[in-house]
Each structure stands twice: as C-alpha cells, then as structure tokens.
C-alpha cells in the first residue's frame, strides 16, 4: 500500500511540474498581438511611423530648405507620458528617430544625453590621441528644430469591459525663434472585453 502511495505522489509530482513548466514561442518581431489593451510595441511603430510622415510631408520642409539651400537638422526632445499607465517613452522616440533618418528629407542631431558621451569622449581624445585622429572641440551640427510632445489617455470603464483612448500630439519648434512649424496628432481607441487589467 505504501509503494502504491508513494508511485501516485511521484506520478502526481510529475502531472504537476509538467503543467507549470514554461513555455515559449518565438514571434515576428513586426507580427500585432495586444493581450491586454494597454498601450504596447505596435501602437508605438505605427503612431512614430505615421506621424513623422505626417511631419514630413507639411509646407515646414520645403520652407527652410528653399531659405536656407539644405536639409534641416533635427533633434527629438521630451517626450511626456501624461497617460494612467506605464509607457516606455524612450522605445516611441527610437522608433520617431529611425523614421526621421531614414527618411533621408532631414539630417539628424544627437540627443543630450548622447552628445554628453561623445563630449568626454571628445575630451579624452584630447589628452590621448594623435594630433592626426583627434577631434577638435566647437565643431558640433546645430539642430534647426527640435520635436517635443506628450501621450495622454481616458479610459471610461463599465464592469470588465474598457475603452481606453490614447491621443499623442507632438509639435516641431524652431530653435532660432520658437516658432512652431508643424502639430501632429494620432488618436487610438479600444474596445477591451472581460478586463482584468486597472484603469
């Protein structure tokens, strides 16, 4: 009787760990899932993607290029998470940077926090390296226009079901003058049935 009990707890055991064991299955990387309604990696491509074609394609470009005889120099800002969720803002500013470089229409500037690593970089290369492959200081590329701009949402809920409404608007500033040369904005809407996820 016991070796009877003690083969149903090991068979048992075995049914157990075997139902909790891991599982993974390897996706395209540009394949659209939304498990849960909250803001994810498709909504930030397309709305980056859509977006700076937008941008793109207003009277702005054609402007400054026919003013000053070359391609503007960008830089991307702030962007603001003012939604109820956590959005990693820093993947939705590499997709709007990818977007802006390929495009070949603007040339693009480092961010703060880049230029800064290249600076000390630039710094010891004066100390350390040949007259020959040093990197002299004050010759940085200016941005003419800087892009800065903000995801909100409302969400509206009844029971477990949800709509949860996203609007991202971003705004291209002159950096000679503060004007304003071009708003966007993207709206995204959706209907989340039997939610278990907080407002």
Same mark, same amino acid.
């Given at each position: ?8 707890l090991?068979? +048992? ?8 064991? /891991?599982?993974?299955?390897?996706? #395209?990387?540009?394949?659209q ?15 980056a993607?859509? +977006?700076?074609?937008d941008?793109? $394609?207003?009277?702005?470009? $054609?402007?400054f290029?026919?003013?000053?005889g070359?391609? %503007?120099?960008v830089?991307?800002? /702030?962007?603001?998470n ?10 939705f500013?590499?997709? +709007? ?6 495009s070949?229409?603007?040339q ?5 926090? $880049?230029? !800064?690593e290249?600076?000390?970089?630039r710094?010891d290369? #004066?100390?350390?390296? $040949?007259?020959? /492959?040093?990197?002299e ?8 226009? +800087? ?5 909100? /949402?409302?969400?509206?809920? #009844? ?7 996203? !609007?991202? =608007?971003?705004?291209?500033i002159?950096?000679k003058? =503060? ?14 049935s039997?939610?278990?996820?907080? %407002?």
């Amino acid at each position: 009787m016991k070796i009877h009990t003690s083969l149903l707890l090991v068979v +048992m055991s075995s049914v157990m760990l075997a139902a909790c064991s /891991t599982s993974v299955e390897r996706l #395209d990387a540009g394949e659209q899932i939304d498990l849960s309604g909250a803001w994810n990696d498709t909504d930030s491509q397309l709305v980056a993607e859509e +977006m700076i074609e937008d941008s793109l $394609s207003r009277a702005w470009i $054609s402007k400054f290029v026919s003013s000053e005889g070359k391609d %503007p120099a960008v830089i991307v800002g /702030t962007i603001k998470n003012l939604s109820h969720e956590h959005i990693n803002t820093n993947t939705f500013v590499a997709n +709007m940077e990818r977007e802006l470089i390929n495009s070949g229409e603007v040339q693009f500037v480092a961010s703060a926090s $880049s230029r !800064q690593e290249i600076r000390d970089e630039r710094a010891d290369q #004066d100390l350390n390296a $040949s007259e020959a /492959t040093r990197k002299e200081a004050g010759q940085e590329y200016g941005a003419d226009f +800087m892009m800065q701009g903000q995801i909100n /949402t409302i969400v509206d809920v #009844d029971g477990t079901t949800q709509v949860r409404f996203y !609007q991202v =608007n971003l705004e291209l500033i002159s950096l000679k003058d =503060n004007r304003k040369v071009w708003i966007g904005e993207k709206k995204i809407k959706k209907l989340i049935s039997n939610s278990k996820i907080r %407002p």
